[in-house]
C-alpha cells in the first residue's frame, strides 16, 4: 500500500457509488493510504433529499473508504450545483479544503481525484480547488458516449488519465474527454452486477419465494422525470407514462410495476394505477429508493420499458433482459440546444432499443455503423471541439446508413457543416450575403405571421 497516495472518490448518486465500488472490486485503482468517499446531494432542495451514503444499501459499500465526506456541509450554505468559485478566491478555499480534509501537502504526497460529470459544477468546481491532483473520470451512464459538453480549461483538462466506463454497449468507444487523451477503460460487468449483489442484500431462501422467482416476472416501467430537464411539459410526460402502460397491456402483459423518479409527482403513479385497472391489469408503484439493477436481481422482469434510461442498457447487456422504448423519436426532434448532452443517450436508444409500440422496427445498428452514427452525431454536437469526427460523419452521411441518419442530424446543422445531406451553399461571398439577407427577411415574416395568427 502506498501511504503516500491519498485517492478522493466524488459520487452524487447510489449509481455512482455502486460504479466506483466495481471499479475498485476490480482493480482499477493502486493501492492508496488513504481513499475517501466525498458524497454530493445536487437536487433543486438538498435539503428534502436522502444524501448518497444514507441511502438504503450503502452501508454494503462503505467498508471500500476510510472515510466519508459531504461536499454539501463542506460549501454550505452554497449549492453544489450552482456555486463556482472565483479565481481570487481560490488559494483560500484550497487552504481550507486541506485543512477540513486532512490533506497533507508535503514532498513525495500523491493526490488523486476521480469525479463523475467533469464537465460542470460541483465535479468541475472539486477539481479545480484541488490542483494538484491527478485526475480520473468515470462515466454517469450513457452519456459518456457523447463529446464533452463544454469547453474545459487545459488546466483541468490535460490532468485527467483515464475515463472508467461501464461497457453498456459493447464494442463502442466513448467520446468524452478524448481530446485531452483520456483513455477509456472499462469496469467489468462482473465486478458491477456482485456490488448490485451487496446491495440488493441476500437472495430469497424460502421454497415459496424461490416458486415465485420462477414464474413470469412483471413487465418494469421506468420514470425518469424528464420535465425536471424542461425536456417535456409534466403533461407530457404523464401521458409517456401512460403509453408505457398502454404498450405493455397490448403486448399481453398484465402485471406491471413502475419505478418512479424520486423527484416526480405523486399523481403520476396514481394516473398509472387507474390507467392499468381501466385495461384490466395490475400495477404496483414502488415507493422505495432502489437502483433498478437491484429490481432486476429481485424481480426478474419480462420487459423492462424506458425511453432513453441508462438501466434500459444495463437491463440488455447486464442480466439479459428483454427492453422496449416509448416516445424517444419525438424527444430528439424537439431536444435544445442541439448540443444538449442528452442526445447521445438518445440516440443509442433509438437506434439499439426496440420501440413498444412498433416491435417490428428497423434492426438495431451495430459495430462499425453505430461507431460511425455516434461519430457523426458527436461531430455534429461539438465541430469545433472533435474536429476529427468529421471523416467519420462524411462517410457515415454517404453510406448505406444515411437515410437512417436523418432523424438524428438537422438539415441547418448539415448544411451549416457542409456535410452530405445538407442544402448546396452558394460560394461567392456577394450570394451567401444575399442568402443570408433572404433568411432573415423569411424568418421576419413567419414571426409576424405567427404574430397575427395569435391576435
Same mark, same amino acid.
Given at each position: 500500500m502506498s501511504s503516500s497516495t491519498t485517492q478522493i472518490f466524488y459520487a452524487s448518486t447510489l449509481y455512482g457509488a455502486a460504479t466506483l465500488a466495481a471499479a475498485l472490486d476490480s482493480g482499477r485503482f493502486a493501492p492508496a493510504g488513504r481513499r475517501l468517499l466525498l458524497v454530493s446531494t445536487n437536487a433543486a432542495v438538498p435539503e428534502t433529499t436522502t444524501p448518497v451514503h444514507r441511502m438504503p444499501g450503502f452501508e454494503r459499500l462503505r467498508d471500500r473508504f476510510d472515510e466519508v465526506l459531504d461536499w454539501n456541509e463542506a460549501i454550505e450554505p452554497l449549492h453544489p450545483g450552482g456555486w463556482t468559485p472565483r &479565481?481570487?478566491? @481560490?488559494?483560500m478555499l484550497q487552504r481550507y479544503l486541506r485543512q477540513l480534509w486532512k $490533506?497533507?501537502?508535503?514532498?513525495?504526497?500523491?493526490l488523486e481525484l476521480v469525479v463523475e460529470s467533469l464537465q460542470v459544477a460541483p465535479a468541475l468546481t472539486i477539481a479545480r480547488l484541488l490542483p494538484e491532483a491527478s485526475i480520473d473520470v468515470y462515466a454517469d451512464g450513457l452519456m459518456s458516449y457523447g463529446p464533452t459538453r463544454n469547453r474545459i480549461d487545459p488546466l483541468v483538462g490535460e490532468r485527467v488519465r483515464r475515463l472508467l466506463h461501464l461497457d453498456l454497449v459493447p464494442g463502442l468507444t466513448p467520446l468524452l474527454l478524448a481530446e485531452f487523451? !483520456?483513455?477509456a477503460e472499462a469496469v467489468p460487468a462482473e465486478a458491477f452486477t456482485k456490488v448490485v449483489e451487496e446491495l440488493a442484500g441476500? !437472495?430469497?431462501e424460502s421454497a415459496a419465494e424461490a416458486e415465485a422467482e420462477a414464474e413470469a416476472g412483471p413487465v418494469l416501467l421506468l420514470g425518469q422525470y424528464l420535465a425536471a430537464l424542461s425536456l417535456l411539459t409534466p403533461e407530457e410526460e404523464g401521458e409517456l407514462h401512460l403509453r408505457m402502460v398502454r404498450g405493455a397491456v397490448a403486448r399481453g402483459h398484465r402485471r406491471l410495476v413502475f419505478k418512479p423518479h424520486p423527484s416526480a409527482p405523486d399523481a403520476w403513479s396514481a394516473a398509472l394505477v387507474r390507467e392499468a385497472a &381501466? $385495461?384490466?391489469a395490475e400495477l404496483t408503484v414502488l415507493d422505495r429508493p432502489v437502483l433498478a439493477e437491484v429490481l432486476y436481481r429481485e424481480l426478474r422482469p419480462a420487459l423492462v420499458v424506458g425511453?432513453?434510461?441508462? !438501466? @434500459?442498457f444495463t437491463a440488455s447487456a447486464f442480466y439479459g433482459l428483454a427492453t422496449a422504448r416509448v416516445g424517444t423519436r419525438p424527444l430528439l426532434a424537439r431536444l435544445t440546444p442541439y448540443q444538449n448532452s442528452n442526445r447521445i443517450p438518445l440516440v443509442l436508444a433509438d437506434a439499439l432499443v426496440p420501440d413498444l409500440e412498433e416491435p417490428a422496427g428497423a434492426a438495431p445498428l451495430a459495430g462499425d455503423a453505430l461507431a460511425d452514427l455516434v461519430a457523426t452525431v458527436g461531430f455534429v454536437m461539438q465541430p469545433r471541439l472533435r474536429p476529427d469526427l468529421r471523416d467519420a460523419a462524411v462517410r457515415h452521411l454517404s453510406g448505406p446508413h444515411a437515410a437512417a441518419a436523418r432523424h438524428h442530424v438537422t438539415l441547418r446543422r448539415l448544411t451549416s457543416l457542409g456535410l452530405p445531406g445538407g442544402l448546396p451553399v452558394p460560394r461567392h461571398p456577394g450570394l451567401r450575403r444575399l442568402a443570408? %439577407?433572404? $433568411?432573415? @427577411?423569411? %424568418?421576419? &415574416?413567419?414571426? &409576424? !405571421?405567427?404574430s397575427v395568427r395569435r391576435g
Open positions: &479565481a481570487d478566491d @481560490l488559494p $490533506l497533507d501537502g508535503g514532498p513525495g504526497r500523491k487523451g !483520456a483513455v441476500p !437472495a430469497p &381501466a $385495461l384490466g425511453c432513453f434510461s441508462t !438501466a @434500459l443570408r %439577407r433572404a $433568411l432573415k @427577411l423569411r %424568418r421576419r &415574416a413567419l414571426r &409576424a !405571421a405567427s
